[in-house]
């Protein structure tokens, strides 16, 4: 059974760069056909897709976030990893890793980490 | 980006119900469509993709539709670990995207 476990600071100072990690176990993270996914959830509100990075390294960003976020996968540890500068009282959220899997032309979010709540805060 | 646009934003409901939550994209968006429900919490739980594909694990009186513009979720026979929101999303364009959600209660 595919299991995803985010990690990382849950409190981050206002400038600063959020880091996080997703641990995958269950199965290979360069297993071809899937990628790998961030996504965020402000408390009380709705879902933000932050990127998707593929076991090459390739990545897709979301327009608005793109300057400030990096995304990387190591293989040797089956984990990838989401980087956030200069992060602001905004950046306030559940941040949810997950696995992307192609549907036809499209895709879906099929397995999806507990979540790790990251407060920026001075 | 494509806006996601689910009515209605909450409703109440009872066992044994059937209900229908409605997602409207602001552009075409082909049969790139999912659901997921939420509990609070818990991440989300993918139930459907591309359009009316059960994923697998979720029960039958799940169901996915598209109607012209609208995409329909459909539950029949609520129970009682169906009280969850429930979102919509698209897989046709970059940047993927949500809809706000339709919370189902009691």
């Known amino acids: 059974q595919l299991q995803l476990q985010e990690s990382g600071s849950g409190l981050v100072r206002p400038s600063q760069t959020l880091s996080l990690t997703c641990d995958v176990t269950?199965?290979?993270?360069?297993?071809?056909?899937?990628?790998w996914t961030w996504i965020r959830q402000p408390l009380g509100r709705g879902l933000e897709w932050l990127g998707n990075?593929?076991?090459?390294?390739?990545?897709s960003f979301s327009p608005s976030l793109e300057s400030r976020l990096t995304m990387s996968v190591d293989a040797s540890k089956n984990q990838f990893s989401l980087n956030l500068t200069s992060v602001t009282a905004a950046d306030t959220a559940v941040y949810y890793c997950a696995r992307v899997t192609t549907v036809g032309r499209g895709d879906c979010f099929d397995y999806w980490g507990q979540g790790i709540l990251v407060t920026v805060s001075s | 980006d494509i806006q996601m646009t689910q009515s209605p934003s909450s409703l109440s409901a009872s066992v044994g119900d059937t209900v229908t939550i409605t997602c409207r994209a602001s552009q075409t968006i082909g049969n790139y469509l999912n659901w997921y429900q939420q509990k609070p919490g818990k991440a989300p739980k993918l139930l459907i993709y591309?359009?009316?594909n059960l994923e697998s694990g979720v029960p039958s009186r799940f169901s996915g539709s598209r109607s012209g513009t609208d995409f329909i979720l459909t539950i029949t026979s609520l129970q009682i670990e169906d009280f969850a929101t429930y979102y919509c999303q698209q897989s046709s364009t970059t940047p993927r995207t949500f809809g706000l959600g339709t919370k189902v209660d009691i």
């Open positions: 990075i593929y076991h090459s390294g390739t990545t």
């Open positions: 591309g359009v009316s």
């Open positions: 269950g199965d290979s993270i360069i297993n071809g056909g899937y990628s």
